[in-house]
Every structure is written in C-alpha cells, then in structure tokens.
C-alpha cells in the first residue's frame, strides 16, 4: 500500500501558471505546488472544481517549481477545467497512489490516449533502458508530444511508433496490434502500460504468453483517493492506495474482475 504524508490530503488552492494546447482536445495545465513537483511517475492528484465535482488525473511532468497534468476534455468536469487560464485557480489533492519501477535492458512502453501523459514522464526518469514507445490514439487529434518522445527516446537508442484507429497519423489500428506484432520478434525486460481497462487486458495477456514482468496503470473511478470510500476496488485492491500500478502477478489475483466489472459511483458492478 502506498504511503504519502498526511499533508497529501490536505486541500490546496493552486494557480494555473502556464496552459498548453497540445491538441484540440487536449490541454496541459502548469501549476505550483512543492508536494507535486516531488512526485514520481504514476503517481495522481485529485482536481476540485468548486461547487462541481473532483476528478483524478496524472501527473504529467514535474519542473520545479511546477508540476502538470495532461487533461483530455471528455465530459462536464473536463470541459470546465478546459476552460481555466493563467491565474485561475483549482484545488488540488495529492500526489497519490504508488509510481512505476524503473528498470534497466530494452522497455515497451505502450499508451492508449491520455495514457501516454504518465509514461512520457516515465520515459523521462528512465535513463539507464532502451525505449521501445507505441502511442495509440483513436484519431491524431489525440496523439500528442509525439517529437519530444522522439528525442527521448532516441537518447536511448529506442523509437517511436504511432498508431490510430482512423488511420489518420502512424500506423492504422489499436496500438495492441501493434504490440503483439513486436512481442513477436523481440524480448524485453519489462512492458509499462497505461490506458484503457480493456487495453490493459490484452497487454496482461500478451505479457503472459511472453513471460514478460508487466507494470500497468488501472484507471478505476474515484472519489477519496485515500483507500476509504471503496469506489475505486478491484478485487481486494483499492487503486488509489494500492495502484494505480499493477504488476501481472497482482493482476492475475483479480482476474474476476479486471477487464470485466467495474463499479459505479453507488458501488454497483457494472459490466466493462
Ligand atoms: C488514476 C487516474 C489517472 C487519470 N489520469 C488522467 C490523465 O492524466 N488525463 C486525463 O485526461 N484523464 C485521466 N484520468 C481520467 C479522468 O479522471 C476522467 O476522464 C475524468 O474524471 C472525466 O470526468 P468528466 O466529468 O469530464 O467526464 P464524465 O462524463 O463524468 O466521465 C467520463 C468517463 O471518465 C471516467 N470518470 C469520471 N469521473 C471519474 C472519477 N472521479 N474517477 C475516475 N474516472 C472517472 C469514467 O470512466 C467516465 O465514464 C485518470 C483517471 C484515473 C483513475
Ligand atoms: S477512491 Fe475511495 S477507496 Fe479508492
């Protein structure tokens, strides 16, 4: 179970320092706050909207004396937080949650929209691994950073490889497809994974059929962030406290639910 200092949880009301339009749909929002900038990849804060609703997110980059999230407008609390500029204000709870462990040899990294907003940060602190990166995204207008990963990982020796849904940037298709072609033909040393249940689940699989360690991201929904409520479990885990990353052998210990039930705001299991 994660552990975090109690000042964590505590309330804070931070000002947008810096907004950054990475694409139609998504923005990058730079705010202070010394908690944050210590957090290490995986990790998530909880965002207060006042008088509208608190939502979880990643962090998504951390420079001194500002740290950042990547947020994708898909509903009413992400279209309002869209619509925060430079010197507004949100509250902020965290940094939650365990990180990913750093190894070093070849890596995969595989993201599913925003997902690539904590393993690009990952990539960052990964400076002893060669960086195989697959970005997927349903159209190109969710693809995002992909020449600042390039650089990265090119510092490494690794690459980048696109793909969408559509067909409209990289290579057409689920970034899954992707990963079972390279699995295929070459080993690695660990998979990091982040995005959707569903995609996560085909990656746990190829994971096991490859006899790869596997360290992915659950997104579950949220409420406390601090292992009270019970919104977010998963078996016997609680992914605030107990995740958001997950390795294969945790994940084989929920396989009743993971990728298959999730639960409601009112704890109803719900099919996934
Ligand atoms: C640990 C974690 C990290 C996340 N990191 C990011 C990130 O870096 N960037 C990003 O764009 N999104 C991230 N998300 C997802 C983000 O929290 C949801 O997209 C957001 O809450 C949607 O709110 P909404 O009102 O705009 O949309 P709604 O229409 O309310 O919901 C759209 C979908 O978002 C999910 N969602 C809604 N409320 C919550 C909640 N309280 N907790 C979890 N999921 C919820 C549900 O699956 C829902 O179907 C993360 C989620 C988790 C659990
Ligand atoms: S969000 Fe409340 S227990 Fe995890």
Redesign the pocket.
Known sequence: MSVYPIEANFLRNVEIKEVLRESPL?KTFLFEDKLCTKSVPGQ?VMVWLPRF??????I?STYPPLAS???????????LLHKKQVRDTVGIRGPF?NSFKPVKGKVLLISGG?GI??LAFLAERLVEAEITFLCGAKTKNELIWLSKIKKLVSKSHGRLISSTEDGSHGHKGVVTELADEILATEKFNTIYACGKELMILKIFNYAKEYKIPLQA?L?????CAIGVCGS?TIGKYR?CVDG?IFTSEQLCEVEKEFGKFKRDFDGRHLQI
């Open positions: 998504i998530f609703d608190e939502i979880p997110m990643s998504s999230i990547t947020v994708s407008m898909v509903g009413k609390a992400t279209r949650g925003t907003a904590p991201s997104e579950r929904l949220m409420r977010c992914v958001p």
